[in-house]
Nanobody, 126 residues
Framework: QVQLVESGGGLVQAGGSLRLSCTASGSVFSINTMGWYRQAPGKQRELVAAAPNDGNTNYADSVKGRFTISRDNAKNTAWLQMNSLKPEDTAVYYC????????????????????WGQGTQVTVSS
């Protein structure tokens, strides 16, 4: 089993930045892909960014050039650096992990991920 704990959410003005962290514990050796999802009220959960162990990354079109996913396997931690935030980025952000390497369309499916964090709220004011 893997446990994921997110931190770093909060309230920020449009144009500002936030950095989310996700720390894994438990059977961390089994993790391959780590990703960030978000879910706004009344909307489906959507992929923000994903990174399998091989260094590849996958971003939603809406965040390309603004958000960056990174990870340090030695620290069992992944980050999501969010710059130039917009009100439409407001959502609960979830960390996800899975033992398989996911790319492209597969990486975008919530069902591809076995482990989930509890979520952290990000609110961007206009």
């Amino acid at each position: 089993q893997v446990q994921l704990v997110e931190s770093g959410g909060g309230l920020v003005q449009a144009g500002g930045s936030l950095r989310l962290s996700c720390t894994a514990s438990g059977s961390v050796f089994s993790i391959n892909t780590m990703g960030w999802y978000r879910q706004a009220p009344g909307k489906q959960r959507e992929l923000v960014a994903a990174a399998p162990n091989d260094g590849n990354t996958n971003y939603a079109d809406s965040v390309k050039g603004r958000f960056t996913i990174s990870r340090d396997n030695a620290k069992n931690t992944a980050w999501l650096q969010m710059n130039s935030l917009k009100p439409e980025d407001t959502a609960v952000y979830y960390c996800a992990a899975d033992g398989r390497a996911w790319y492209a369309a597969a990486a975008r499916l919530p069902t591809s991920y076995e482990y989930w964090g509890q979520g952290t709220q990000v609110t961007v004011s206009s």
